[in-house]
DNA sequence: TTGACATATCGTGACATGCCGATATATTTC
DNA sequence: GAAATATATCGGCATGTCACGATATGTCAA
């Protein structure tokens, strides 16, 4: 090996820019709730968004936020979209989180 | 207890809230790259500055808005400043972090 | 086909963030 | 005290995000 240790034990910055990338779009609290409700089962667009106390139309459009980066994925069942837990990272990420700021 | 079980296994929003501004706060490539540098020792701002590449006093501002949510704390010595990681949990988040963007 | 429902997208204004040069404070050295 | 070093802060500009109403798409039921 060519690099010292101190070299490669740091994530080179490109993965650290898609790392922040996946972060901030989780870091917002109805994206949470979301993440969380979806970590125990799938939910329609409708049901999150009752959930979250918002119109559906935002709900919509944070489920396709973190649709966009990865972290969920949808599927289509009559007039409903269902979505459900796509990265399955998530659901550590959410422990630590929950451990952090308590369930 | 009169709420049933699906209402208490989430965090409140507030809770989300408050984790959501700090995931906001670490979702940067340079507060990432910051933050791995002090889980593995202690370093001045200058040293932080120059292995991000970028100039100390943005890196200056990046350790401020970290400290600001208790993620990190510093210490003066003569005319350097220390930074060290405040919040054991960031340990287990950039773990996950990791686990999942590659080392 | 018409109407109702569920979801998705668009356009906008208010507001926050990132980055930068310039400048300010604090501390050591001479 | 003056110069040098290390951090910190300020003002401004570009860009991004959030919430919202309005509107569009897709699907079923009658």
């Known amino acids: 090996m060519v690099k010292n240790k101190a070299d490669e034990a740091f994530t080179p910055l490109p993965a ?17 709730r979301i993440v969380q409700m979806l970590l125990r089962g799938r939910y329609a667009v409708g049901e999150l968004a009752q959930a979250c ?4 139309h935002m709900a919509s459009e944070h489920l396709r ?5 990865g972290l969920l994925r949808s599927e289509r069942e009559g007039r409903k979209a269902f979505y459900e837990v796509a990265e399955p990272h998530l659901a550590n990420i959410m422990e ?3 451990a952090r700021f308590g369930p």
Request: net charge neutral; proline share 7%.
């Open 53 to 56: 106390g918002i119109p559906s």
């Open 16 to 32: 650290l820019a898609e790392a922040a990338e996946c972060l901030k779009t989780l870091a917002h609290p109805h994206r949470l």
């Open 65 to 69: 936020l973190m649709q966009r980066c």
């Open 96 to 98: 630590c989180v929950e």
